[in-house]
């Protein structure tokens, strides 16, 4: 008869998902299972949140509040957050870490699994390239849109780092400064907080293309009306992005 070969540590490879089985540590303590859920190029996952909840700074509902969270944004959109690992305990607990709409930016916080809803997986990734006054839209690491753009002006810088597309806004006048689409970011001006929602940076039209390329704004980057239609129709919710 043969003898079955003991497993100590298993690692499956699904996709980019990296899951890991349990291991015993020294303590007989069992490890979490820890599973990688977006490398923020090529593979992401969000999720809305589903109840309010808090954001703590370890997955351990003892650890220090980093940030509350609604189901809502200021603007009364869903509330959605960018997921970037999991783990799950013996004891039944399940924690994801998550990027949070909130400054600094780029922090990131860990939420119960049962306070999101079901994932959603996005391959596109948005560079923005400040020195250039360029952004790039990335699907799988081929580009599928780029534009010039305009960008904060020196004493409202648009910020740097991390974050992702949180909410999609069709402006009422279509003719105004937010042109005639709004993407929202989880990124916040550094310099502005009595800004709408609290100085949200986003990424929208304008009604003076003229001024494009540049830094010509209040830290939202500002791209022609007709080239931000195009990316509205390739960058879903949930996409990575990344200030440069």
């Not at 540590?25 to 299972?33: I, Q, S």
């Not at 997921?83 to 994801?96: K, T």
């Amino acid at each position: 008869m043969r003898r079955a070969l003991p497993i100590t540590l298993a690692g499956l490879l699904v996709g980019l998902t990296l899951v890991v089985a349990p291991a015993a540590t020294a303590a007989g303590e069992v490890e979490p299972f820890k599973r990688q859920l977006s490398n923020e190029r090529t593979l992401s996952r969000w999720a809305h949140v589903t109840r309010p909840t808090l954001a703590r700074r370890a997955p351990d509902a003892d650890a220090r509040t980093v940030k509350r969270l609604s189901t809502r944004t200021a603007d009364g959109s869903p509330e959605v957050v960018l997921a970037l690992q999991d783990r799950r305990y013996s004891n039944g607990d399940h924690w994801v870490e998550v990027r949070l709409p909130m400054r600094p930016n780029g922090e990131t916080g860990w939420v119960p699994r049962e306070a999101l809803g079901d994932w959603n997986r996005v391959t596109t990734r948005l560079r923005i390239y400040r020195d250039r006054r360029r952004a790039v839209l990335y699907d799988k690491d081929r580009v599928v849109w780029s534009a010039p753009i305009g960008i904060g002006k020196r004493q409202w810088p648009t910020p740097g780092g991390p974050s992702y597309v949180r909410e999609r806004i069709i402006p009422a006048d279509r003719k105004g400064i937010y042109g005639t689409r709004a993407i929202g970011l989880s990124a916040y001006s550094d310099t502005l907080s009595d800004w709408p929602g609290g100085g949200v940076i986003g990424i929208h039209g304008t009604n003076q293309p003229g001024l494009l390329p540049g830094r010509v704004s209040h830290g939202c980057v500002r791209v022609e009306n007709r080239r931000i239609e195009r990316l509205w129709r390739l960058m879903p919710l949930g996409t990575p992005v990344r200030v440069l």
